[in-house]
């Protein structure tokens, strides 16, 4: 398996290439996909629902402590990429994914590889605010528990208590622990999903449009979240908004139609785009 | 000239209305082309002269069919003969009046028919026959009254459209009051049945006495005369029946709605929901022999052979038909309320790395409880309101016992044997019949009124 990952590495290296930009109008990703210090490698990924190709050949890296924001028009597939990246893919009846995508240079779609712990370690935050109908407490309290994190109470205190605290929600809630967490505001629940994510201890964290349900107050309390975040962990962030995209990401992937357009610097896509697509959708033109 | 050719009639009137109102509509507009003046479209018009024709005809032709024998058999009676009446009780003159009307109409009498009586019932038939061609004109009259006053009303001002809203509204309202009423209705009978039950036998006794023994004296000499009403073995029957069930739907309902929502591949749901549907559509007549000719037997003998002694038709036996009765009630229930709990709420669980049991049993379920809990409690009201399982199965004796060996009967058991057979209605025995279906009744509604508060509240939480 890795000599036929590398081999596809050198080819999009290869096709990253001043040969790729000098034909702007072709599907082939423009920009250069790799990192230095990756921690996600993904190669040649197409995804499948039923018989309906809804990924095509998409190839990307996520590199350690950094943001990569995922733009497109909707239905172009930014969704489907995040959710191949925890296998949360698995869990829809008839999708198919094929590539290669590892962790740490594990691939994680091995056969002996099992997605539950994988899941642990590329936690996901989702669209709209889940909390699960307990406490608040019992909402960060749940992955250590699944996991046995914690050896006594006092530690399982600590560690939702410092969870809490990287989400930035630790000062609101520290007095209503034990109140259900579905009575917090959307922000307020997003950003608790998020410390539920953290307490696992995740190495990458995705989400998925997470803003999209939250008031602009909520939001950039979210983003400056996810900046602070940056430090410990690597973060790819699907999102309809550009201005977040270039508020919060280092690096940008243009999605259209189930192909990865272009991925570059973030400041570069939004001041420079090289394709032609993603100089539409970024000026508005299309989308 | 029975009242259906009326009927058929009635409707061949309306459709002749419909047609008739369209077209006038049409022409007061002054035309086809100018039919953007009407109000409302044609067919408004065409169906508010065909309402009117209908409704008020259909309704003179039910009041007069439902009254037309009483007043016939009133005139009849005024006018019997004084020879024929000669030292007849009340009740006697009924038999006779009810003779001649079967002479009338050429059924087969019970006495031998005297000239006389067959004078009366010709009569009889005579006024009969004059009644029925009086409500046939009358009837049509009121119809085509009816269609000249929808004609006369029909012109491009009419809101054709908001009256015939109106009608059907009433129409609706009507019937639904018809449902509340016969609803109603009995309950209030039930209620004061029992009312006079309670007038002979207190309150007291029959909540509380531990002795049944509904029977009453016909002679007041008889031996075992004065019958016991204390209703307390029933009750405590009734719940060892309905908790033995509960026992084995539950879990198995439980499971099988865990299995069917969150595990089985959609070829193995498309089978098997059928399958436990059908299980809920057997009749409970079916389950009733089953519980007494396979299952009673079989634990009987499996008893036996640990050295247990086990009545024939014990408490276990139809507990446990009863449960299997109930279980797909359970399991579709609960199915409902897992399906309910937000797919997303499974997204976020196996994000943080849960596993699918994980998931089910800390997330999952625990959202579902209240609306599982809600599915219980309605079917809890289900297995004490059967009444055909334990009728086969628990037997008659009213012991106090809390071994499910032993035979036990229920409420459901002494209403039927209390009111099967020649009864007479003033009994208390017949009437304690009334004082347990009302405590059933109470039970069970406040049963489901709880369980439908639980499960609508369940519901908003997800909305
Ligand atoms: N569960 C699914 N089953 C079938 N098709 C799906 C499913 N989820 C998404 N798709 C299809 O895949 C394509 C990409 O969807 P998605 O990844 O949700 O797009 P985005 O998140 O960019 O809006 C769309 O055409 C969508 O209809
Ligand atoms: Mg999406």
Known sequence: MSTTVEAMGQRVGAMSAAELSSRPDSRATVGDVTVANPRMVCREVDVWYGSKQAIKGVSLDIGKNEVVSMIGPSGCGKSTFLRCLNRMNDTIDGCRVEGSIQLDGQDIYDKGLDPVPLRAQVGMVFQKPNPFPKSIYENVAYGPRIHGLTNNKAELDALVEASLRKAGLWNEVKDRLDQPGTGLSGGQQQRLCIARTIAVSPEVILMDEPCSALDPIATAIVEELIDELRANYSIAIVTHSMQQAARVSQRTAYFHMGDLIEVGETNEIFTNPRHKLTEDYITGRFG | ?463
């Not at chain 2, 209705?185 to 509380?208: A, D, K, T, Y």
């Open chain 2, 1 to 463: 000239m029975h009242s259906s050719t009326l009927l058929i009639l009635l409707l061949g009137l309306m459709a002749l209305a419909y047609h008739f109102g369209r077209k006038r509509a049409i022409s007061s507009a002054g035309g086809i082309a100018r039919i953007n003046t009407l109000h409302s479209l044609p067919a408004y018009y065409g169906l508010y002269a065909a309402l009117w024709a209908g409704i008020p005809a259909m309704l003179l032709m039910a009041l007069w069919s439902g009254f037309q024998n009483e007043i016939l058999i009133a005139i009849l009676k005024s006018e019997l003969p004084p020879s024929l009446m000669d030292g007849l009780s009340t009740g006697q003159v009924g038999l006779m009046v009810n003779d001649i009307e079967n002479l009338a109409s050429g059924a087969i009498v019970s006495g031998s028919v005297t000239p006389e009586m067959q004078a009366v019932a010709d009569r009889y038939a005579q006024l009969q026959r004059f009644a029925d061609w009086a409500m046939w004109l009358a009837v049509l009259a009121i119809a085509v009254g009816g269609m000249g006053y929808a004609w006369s009303r029909t012109q491009p001002r009419m809101r054709a459209r908001n009256r015939v809203e109106n009608i059907f509204m009433v129409i609706l309202v009507v019937f639904s009051s018809i449902a509340i009423l016969t609803t109603l209705g009995i309950v209030l009978s039930v209620l004061f049945e029992s009312l006079r039950f309670f007038q002979s036998i207190s309150p007291l006794e029959f909540f509380f006495g531990t002795l049944w023994s509904p029977q009453t004296a016909l002679r007041a000499d008889q031996v075992g005369a004065s019958g016991a009403f204390g209703a307390v073995p029933l009750f405590t029957g009734t719940l060892m029946v309905s908790a033995i069930a509960m026992l084995v739907a539950v879990p198995i309902g439980l499971m099988s709605a865990i299995y069917l929502s969150e595990y089985a591949p959609r070829r193995v749901r498309s089978l098997a929901k059928p399958t436990l549907e059908i299980l809920a559509g057997v009749p409970t007549v079916v389950y009733g022999f089953f519980a007494a000719l396979s299952v009673a037997p079989l634990i009987r003998e499996l008893g036996m052979s640990m050295g247990f002694s086990v009545a024939s038709e014990s408490a276990l036996a139809a507990g446990l038909v009863m449960g299997i009765m109930i279980i797909p009630f359970v399991s579709s229930l609960s199915e409902d309320v897992i399906n309910a709990v937000p797919q997303a709420m499974r997204d976020g669980s196996y994000a943080l790395g849960a596993t699918q049991s994980e998931t089910i049993w800390r997330v999952i379920i625990p959202a579902a409880l209240p609306g599982i809990v809600g599915g219980i409690l309605l079917a809890v009201s289900r297995a004490i309101g059967e009444t055909m399982i334990v009728v086969m199965a628990a037997g008659l004796a009213a012991n106090l016992t809390a071994n499910p060996l032993d035979s036990v009967t229920t409420v459901t058991v002494q209403i039927v044997t209390l009111l099967t057979g020649d009864q007479e209605f003033d009994s208390p025995k017949t009437m304690a019949a009334f004082a347990l279906g009302l405590t059933l009744f109470a039970v069970t509604l406040t049963l489901n009124v709880i369980a439908l508060h639980i499960v609508r509240k369940y519901r908003e939480q997800y909305e």
